[in-house]
Nanobody
C-alpha cells in the first residue's frame, strides 16, 4: 500500500512557525513532483506549494515570502516551512504526489490552526 505520512501540524499563535513533513512510502510512487494543498471549512482545496525533483518551486501568492517548500529526495520526503503564520492560514494541509495525468496520491491531512 502506498502511503504519504504527514506530520508537523498543530496550534500556533499568529506570527509563529510550523514545519510540515510528508514521507512517501510504497513500491510504485513517483515523486517527480511533490506538493502541499490546504482546505479550510467551506472553501475549495487550493494548491499551496509544489516542488519538482529538480528543485523547481511554485507558490500560491498568499504564501509567497512566508512559506518555503523543500524536499529530500533520498528520504522521499517533502517539507513545508511556514513562517509568519496568519489566522487565514488555518486549514487542513494535505500532501500531494501526482502520478502523471492518471492519479494523485494524498496524505491523510494535518490540521494547522493559527490563533489571533
Amino acid at each position: 500500500q502506498v502511503q504519504l505520512v504527514e506530520s508537523g501540524g498543530g496550534l500556533v499563535q499568529a506570527g509563529g512557525s510550523l514545519r510540515l513533513s510528508c514521507a512517501a512510502s510504497g513500491i510504485i510512487v513517483s515523486i517527480n513532483v511533490m506538493g502541499w494543498y490546504r482546505q479550510a471549512p467551506g472553501k475549495q482545496r487550493e494548491l499551496v506549494a509544489s516542488v519538482t525533483s529538480g528543485g523547481s518551486t511554485n507558490y500560491a501568492d498568499s504564501v509567497k515570502g512566508r512559506f518555503t517548500i523543500s524536499r529530500d529526495n533520498a528520504k522521499r520526503t517533502v517539507y513545508l516551512q511556514m513562517n509568519s503564520l496568519k489566522p487565514e492560514d488555518t486549514a487542513v494541509y494535505y500532501c500531494n504526489v501526482p502520478q502523471g495525468t492518471w492519479y494523485d496520491y494524498w496524505g491523510q491531512g494535518t490540521q494547522v490552526t493559527v490563533s489571533s
